[in-house]
């Protein structure tokens, strides 16, 4: 079955970090862009941050300097080091290629 799981969300005060993963099922992921979006209550889901298959990266600006995407063809990982949260940062973070999306995970920055 083809899917992805996201990890790694909680709570963390502000300026602290945070680590997500992102587990592919995907038979071909080498091949694809793989991007983070997060939706926060009330507001629409929004491009956090892409990595392409040759891993050229692009972020929201709102996130520049702070986070930073990665990924591991061998494992089928995408990852998101979240650094210097602040609480606008708060939402549901998703794991996203084309149309498949993951189920999201929390990511709560309050102190």
């Known amino acids: 079955q083809v899917q992805l799981v996201e990890s790694g969300g909680g709570l963390v005060q502000p300026g602290g970090s945070l680590a997500l993963s992102c587990a592919a099922s995907?038979?071909?992921?080498?091949?694809?862009?793989m991007a983070w979006y997060r939706q926060a209550p009330g507001k629409q889901r929004e491009l956090v941050a892409l990595i392409t298959t040759i891993s050229i990266t692009n972020y929201a600006d709102s996130v520049k300097g702070r986070f930073t995407i990665s990924r591991d063809n061998a494992k089928n990982m995408v990852y998101l080091q979240m650094n210097s949260l602040k609480p606008e940062d708060t939402a549901v973070y998703y794991c996203?290629?084309?149309?498949?999306w993951g189920q999201g995970t929390q990511v709560t920055v309050s102190s």
């Open positions: 996203n290629t084309g149309h498949l």
């Open positions: 995907l038979s071909n992921f080498r091949f694809v862009n």
